[in-house]
């Protein structure tokens, strides 16, 4: 895997990539709210080897190697900003040959970004990710933020993030739990998803409900499957690697079988 920072709009992005297989597309990896491209382990180049496809991985501003958050006071609107930041890198590193894989707030922007930039994205792979705000998922982020306070968790994230923890865990808990941002929503996006979906969930997720997933599928434009997993929590490709690694292998195959 190549490591280097690339500047995006200003941002300095920590990425690495895998690509040696020459024509193939590239999976694009997009961590969770509290992650960074190491987190995802070896289960990319496990994909990669598996699909024969190329891989990026990236963090995204203010978490791992890439450049800090200027503040924790996000817009609403922030995951939206995120996807048009995504589309500007992949028009930086000239990438338009694209199958997504977003866990958590991952899965989120990369629901966004298919449905902003659908000339470039071929295939969608969401786990685990948010189109509305529910209760769970707030009892989550108090959860994690209690954690936060009485465990050794801070020090657990420093060892990915450095001294950017405390801004990126505030940004996180204190956009979610503000007011206005119980009524974000991004189910009005959902109709200009035209390329296939493959949306995972554990059904003991404790960040949302099977809600998230039906009502995913139900609005897209293009083909859909949902495969929700047995007593999965939020996190199903390490619960469950070699299971989600099969189900995705299997995804990815019929899409360029088919063609």
């Known amino acids: 895997m190549e490591e280097r920072i690339i500047e995006v709009r200003n941002q300095k992005l920590y990425i690495t990539y895998n690509n040696t297989f020459e024509g193939k597309p590239v999976i694009i990896f997009l ?15 496990k994909l990669s080897e598996m699909t024969e496809c190329n891989v990026l991985l990236y963090d995204r501003l203010g978490y791992g190697k890439s450049g800090p958050m200027l503040t924790h006071e996000r817009p609403v609107n922030y995951m939206e900003l995120e996807a048009d930041l995504l589309n500007d890198l992949l028009t930086e590193l000239n990438i338009d040959n694209v199958i997504l894989f977003g866990h958590s707030d991952g899965g989120t922007i990369v629901l966004i970004t298919a449905a902003k930039y659908p000339e470039k994205i071929k295939a969608v792979i ?3 990710g948010h189109i509305f705000v529910e209760d769970v998922t707030l009892k989550g982020v108090y959860d994690a933020w209690d954690a936060y306070k009485t465990t050794s968790l801070p020090e657990r994230l420093a060892k990915y993030h450095g001294d950017k923890v405390e801004v990126l865990f505030r940004a996180w808990t204190e956009t979610w739990t503000r007011e206005d941002y119980r009524s974000w929503n991004i189910e009005y996006l959902l109709k200009d998803i035209q390329c296939p979906l493959f949306f995972i969930q554990g059904d003991a997720d404790e960040y949302g409900t099977l809600d998230q997933v039906e009502k995913t599928v139900s609005q897209v434009s293009g083909a859909a499957e949902k495969f929700i997993i047995q007593e999965a929590g939020h996190t199903p490709h390490k619960e469950f690697p070699e299971l989600v690694l099969g189900k995705v292998s299997e995804f990815i195959g019929k899409i360029y079988s088919s063609k």
Do not use: K, M, T, Y
Request: charged letters at 20%; one cysteine or more.
């Open 31 to 45: 961590h969770d709210s509290l992650g960074c491209a190491q987190l995802w382990r070896d289960f990319p180049l």
């Open 126 to 128: 969401c786990e685990a």
